[in-house]
T-cell receptor, first 111, second 114 residues
Framework: GQQLNQSPQSMFIQEGEDVSMNCTSS?????WLWYKQDPGEGPVLLIA?????ELTSNGRLTAQFGITRKDSFLNISASIPSDVGIYFC???????????FGSGTQLTVLP | NAGVTQTPKFQVLKTGQSMTLQCAQD?????MSWYRQDPGMGLRLIHY???????DQGEVPNGYNVSRSTTEDFPLRLLSAAPSQTSVYFC?????????????FGEGSRLTVL
C-alpha cells in the first residue's frame, strides 16, 4: 500500500514556540488532511486541503498542500499547553476508503 | 449530539476467545469504518462499509469480521483473538461514500489479548 513518512516522530517544545511538522509520500494524493488526537480520545480533523499549492489556516494552525501533491506541512504558532497530543497527516486518492495515515508526531509542550 | 460511540472502552481477552466491539453513530452517515492504531504505525483500515448491507476489506482484515444491518451500527467481531490483535481500535464515520477523508472518530476501544 501507499506509505506516508511523517516527521518528526516526537517534539518537545516550550510554551509560546512555533512548531512545524511534515509528511512526504512517493505517491500523489488528491487530498491532504491533518488530524489531532488528544490523550485517550479519537482523532479530530484540524484542516483539510484539496488543491495543490493550497495554504489553509485554522486559528494558530496553518497547513499547505505541496505543489508536487506528494507532501504537506502543518505549522502551529505560539504553542499552548492544550496543543499537546499526536498529530497525524493523512492522504487520500479519492475517498475515505483510500485514506492513508502517517505514523504521527507526538507533541509535548513544556511550561 | 453523541457522534460516534464505541463500547467497550477497555477489554482483556485470552487467546482464542471471541468478542464484538460495538460502534454506533447518530449522524446518519453512510460510510463507516474500523481502524486499528499501533505504536509507530499510524491508523490502519480493517474493514469499511458504504451503506447498510455493504461491507468490504481494508488494509488489515484478517481475523476480523463485520456486518452492517443498519445505517447506525457497525460492529467488529474478533473470531479467535490472538496477541497480535492487541491494539486500540477506532470506529469512524463520514457523511458520504465518496468523502475525501473527513472522518469522525469514536473515542476508541483498547483491547489486550493475553
Amino acid at each position: 500500500g501507499q506509505q506516508l513518512n511523517q516527521s518528526p516522530q516526537s517534539m518537545f517544545i516550550q510554551e509560546g514556540e512555533d512548531v512545524s511538522m511534515n509528511c512526504t509520500s512517493s505517491s500523489i494524493f488528491n487530498t491532504w488532511l491533518w488530524y489531532k488526537q488528544d490523550p485517550g480520545e479519537g482523532p479530530v480533523l484540524l484542516i483539510a486541503l484539496y488543491k495543490a499549492g493550497e495554504l489553509t489556516s485554522n486559528g494558530r494552525l496553518t497547513a499547505q498542500f505541496g505543489i508536487t501533491r506528494k507532501d504537506s506541512f502543518l505549522n502551529i504558532s505560539a504553542s499552548i499547553p492544550s496543543d499537546v497530543g499526536i498529530y497525524f497527516c493523512a492522504g487520500s486518492t479519492g475517498s475515505a476508503r483510500q485514506l492513508t495515515f502517517g505514523s504521527g508526531t507526538q507533541l509535548t509542550v513544556l511550561p | 449530539n453523541a457522534g460516534v460511540t464505541q463500547t467497550p472502552k477497555f477489554q482483556v481477552l485470552k487467546t482464542g476467545q471471541s468478542m464484538t466491539l460495538q460502534c454506533a453513530q447518530d449522524m446518519n452517515h453512510e460510510y463507516m469504518s474500523w481502524y486499528r492504531q499501533d505504536p509507530g504505525m499510524g491508523l490502519r483500515l480493517i474493514h469499511y462499509s458504504v451503506g447498510a448491507g455493504i461491507t468490504d476489506q481494508g488494509e488489515v482484515p484478517n481475523g476480523y469480521n463485520v456486518s452492517r444491518s443498519t445505517t447506525e451500527d457497525f460492529p467488529l467481531r474478533l473470531l479467535s483473538a490472538a496477541p497480535s490483535q492487541t491494539s486500540v481500535y477506532f470506529c469512524a464515520s463520514s457523511s458520504d461514500t465518496w468523502n475525501t477523508g473527513e472522518l469522525f472518530f469514536g473515542e476508541g476501544s483498547r483491547l489486550t489479548v493475553l
